[in-house]
Structure formats: C-alpha cells, structure tokens
C-alpha cells in the first residue's frame, strides 16, 4: 500500500472507522439478504417448469456466481465467459497481484541475465522469467477456473473427490490469517467509501 494511503487510513480516528465498517458490513448483508430471497423465488419458479430438463442445482449456482462477478446484465451472461472473467479475478487476488509480482518484478530481467552488471544486488534481479510467469498464470487459471466450472455445473461429488486427493499435503502450514485479509480488505472499504463521499460531494 502507498504512502499516501497509509496517511489517510492512520488519519481516519479508530471510532469512525469502526461505524463506517459496520455500516458497510451491514449493506452487504442486506444485499446478500435480498440475494438469497430471489434465489428461493426463482427456484420456485424453476418448480413450475418441466424438472426432467432443469438441473435446479446447476442454475442457482450458476446465479451465485454471476452475482459474486456482478455481472452488469445477469440474464445476458454467458456461463462460459463467467467462469473465465472470475477466475481471472480470483488468480489475480490469491495468486498475481500478491508476493509473485515482487518476485518477477526488477530493475533487471532475468531474460536477459547475462546482460546484468557484474556485483548487481539479488534483490533488483527479477527471480521469474516472462515464460516461468505465463506458465504459472496458465496453471492457476486452468485450475481455478476448473474448479468453478465443477461448482457452476454443481459436480459436487466431483469436486469433493478432486479436493480429498489434496488433503495428506501441508497438514503442518500455518492456518490462514483470515483477520488480516479481512483488515486489508476493511481498508480498501474505507478508501472506495472515501472516494465516493468526495465525487458526490463536487457532483
């Protein structure tokens, strides 16, 4: 994060930021609320159809995820395309635009090693290659976006086997630091929120 963003987030008194992120946290649940309400709606109108052409399962998943990659016209999204335009989001949230970039990043390019000025410090030479980085974008989206396409086609049983073969592997990682994504992402809140108070307030 800039500088300038950790100026404004440390100038934000501790009272305020707390009712801003509970007014924020209950919109989203109030959207999520009227979300879940259309979801039974529509499953009650899938019911009054033909059931053996509806796979009732496959089409509120289908809902779920054009929702979460807030799709601007819904019923013009195409599934497909869906599942390639969140999985693009998801690689880059988990995967992209985290510690990896740091580590292809580089005022040197280690495509051009043998280019590098002699006693050149490790930490200004990128560690990936442009090649060794659109493989590893390929091998995230393909698995990424895999799994997406199981739970959009609600291929449960599937799903569930390809996860289960994983689950002997890293039994001794840390756990996930939920809290600090969640601290990261209360301040990405609060500067979006931030932003818009200033444009409506020059509108």
């Given at each position: ?51 053996e052409d509806i796979n ?101 049983t599937k799903l569930h ?41 020059n509108i």
């Open positions: 994060m800039s500088s300038d963003k950790d100026d404004f987030l440390d100038a934000i008194d501790p009272l305020e930021r707390s009712k801003l992120i509970k007014t924020v946290n209950s919109t989203f649940k109030n959207l999520d609320r009227q979300f879940m309400d259309e979801l039974v709606e529509m499953e009650g109108f899938f019911y009054e159809e033909d059931e009732f399962e496959s089409q509120r998943n289908i809902m779920l995820l054009e929702y979460i990659n807030k799709c601007e016209i819904p019923e013009e999204c195409d599934p497909e395309e869906n599942v390639f335009d969140l999985s693009r989001k998801i690689v880059h949230f988990i995967f992209r635009n985290g510690i990896i970039e740091d580590m292809h990043a580089g005022k040197y390019s280690y495509d051009e090693f043998l280019k590098i000025p002699e006693n050149t410090p490790l930490e200004v030479i990128s560690q990936l290659s442009d090649k060794d980085m659109m493989a590893l974008n390929k091998y995230m989206m393909d698995r990424v976006g895999y799994l997406l396409h199981l739970l959009q086609n609600a291929e449960y086997y390809i996860l289960d073969k994983e689950k002997y592997f890293g039994d001794d990682w840390d756990r996930p630091e939920i809290d600090n994504i969640e601290k990261d992402t209360e301040d990405l809140f609060l500067i979006e929120f931030s932003h818009q108070k200033d444009h409506d307030h």
